[in-house]
């Protein structure tokens, strides 16, 4: 059995916590890998992010950040996410009890009984291009925010006009996103246990009310304006287009697996600024 671990950057007790459960999984027949970062810092062999979906059971240690990252690179495999005290939604398991927990889980995998949740990602494509999947939110919008940068949009849902306004940009987030770059722009807190997707215009002149629709829906932007416009996953991927275009975001794409029945949402709230 293989388990990555990713820990968050530039943070000692991240990294110092990986090596003690890379030392506790090698005690029980267990291959433990790290990031490449992390590598650096302690005795233990590496595995590159987009290989993590080559493991067992991924360890993300560190916030929601960590896992997400993590999570590119995972695909159908697993992660369980170790809380180092930021707002951690998805990161359920604190450092004091960061052994037991992967211990349990390795057993679980071993005897075929993990409990896992599943959460939507989403998918962004145009003509020729596809941005890798996001887990928190997708944003078409034109080439800089703020008055003077206006674009032209058209959303569509399933086919069906949605709405039609000058914008900074659409935004659609999973119910994992939208306690992140949902929030600020007004859109609504969803329960990650809520099958369903966000639609929220952003900084709109006729504004429409943020849309909540099935998770299975497809959504159409059409995007013009003077110069050109971007498309952002999740403030980490990003494509720049040609105006006019038409952007399709679904979550058809492979979800997040975590090795959790639950999800801190609650507890994490507190939190929020």
Request: charged letters at 20%; hydrophobic letters at 40%.
């Given at each position: 059995m293989?388990?990555?671990?990713?820990?968050?950057?530039?943070?000692k007790?991240?990294?110092?916590?990986?090596?003690?459960?890379?030392?506790?999984?090698?005690?029980?027949?267990?291959?433990?890998?790290?990031d490449?970062?992390?590598?650096?810092?302690?005795?233990?062999?590496?595995?590159?992010?987009?290989?993590?979906?080559?493991?067992?059971?991924?360890?993300?240690?560190?916030?929601?950040?960590?896992l997400?990252?993590?999570?590119?690179?995972?695909?159908?495999?697993?992660?369980?996410?170790?809380?180092?005290?930021?707002?951690?939604f998805?990161?359920?398991?604190?450092?004091?009890?960061?052994?037991?927990?992967?211990t349990?889980?390795?057993?679980?995998?071993?005897?075929?009984?993990?409990?896992?949740?599943?959460?939507?990602?989403?998918?962004?494509?145009?003509?020729?291009w596809?941005?890798?999947?996001?887990?928190?939110?997708?944003?078409?919008?034109?080439?800089?925010?703020?008055?003077?940068?206006e674009?032209?949009?058209?959303?569509?849902?399933?086919?069906?006009?949605?709405?039609?306004?000058?914008?900074?940009?659409?935004?659609?987030?999973?119910?994992?996103?939208?306690?992140?770059?949902?929030?600020?722009?007004?859109?609504?807190?969803?329960?990650?246990?809520?099958?369903?997707?966000?639609?929220?215009?952003?900084c709109?002149?006729?504004?429409?009310?943020?849309?909540?629709?099935?998770?299975?829906?497809?959504?159409?932007?059409?995007?013009d304006g003077?110069?050109?416009?971007?498309?952002?996953?999740?403030?980490?991927?990003?494509?720049?287009i040609?105006?006019?275009?038409?952007?399709?975001?679904?979550?058809?794409?492979?979800?997040?697996?975590?090795?959790?029945?639950?999800?801190?949402?609650?507890?994490?709230?507190?939190?929020?600024?």
């Open positions: 293989k388990v990555g671990i990713v820990a968050q950057r530039n943070n007790p991240a990294a110092a916590l990986a090596e003690v459960i890379a030392r506790t999984l090698s005690k029980r027949d267990v291959t433990p890998f790290v490449q970062t992390t590598a650096r810092e302690v005795d233990v062999p590496s595995i590159p992010t987009p290989e993590l979906d080559t493991c067992d059971l991924v360890v993300s240690i560190g916030g929601d950040g960590t997400l990252y993590a999570a590119r690179g995972a695909g159908v495999t697993p992660i369980l996410g170790v809380n180092l005290g930021q707002v951690g998805l990161n359920t398991t604190p450092p004091e009890e960061a052994v037991e927990k992967i349990e889980a390795v057993e679980a995998i071993r005897e075929g009984d993990l409990s896992v949740m599943t959460l939507p990602r989403l998918r962004a494509s145009g003509e020729g596809e941005l890798p999947p996001a887990t928190n939110e997708a944003v078409v919008m034109g080439a800089r925010r703020g008055h003077g940068n674009v032209h949009v058209e959303v569509r849902v399933d086919g069906n006009h949605y709405s039609e306004t000058e914008a900074d940009g659409v935004m659609v987030a999973t119910p994992t996103g939208s306690s992140a770059y949902n929030l600020s722009e007004s859109g609504p807190l969803v329960h990650p246990s809520v099958s369903g997707l966000v639609v929220t215009e952003m709109a002149d006729d504004v429409m009310p943020s849309l909540v629709i099935p998770t299975d829906s497809e959504i159409e932007v059409d995007i003077p110069a050109h416009g971007n498309v952002i996953c999740d403030g980490r991927s990003r494509r720049r040609d105006l006019p275009t038409s952007v399709s975001i679904s979550a058809k794409t492979t979800p997040i697996r975590l090795a959790s029945s639950r999800v801190e949402f609650y507890s994490a709230l507190d939190k929020l600024e």
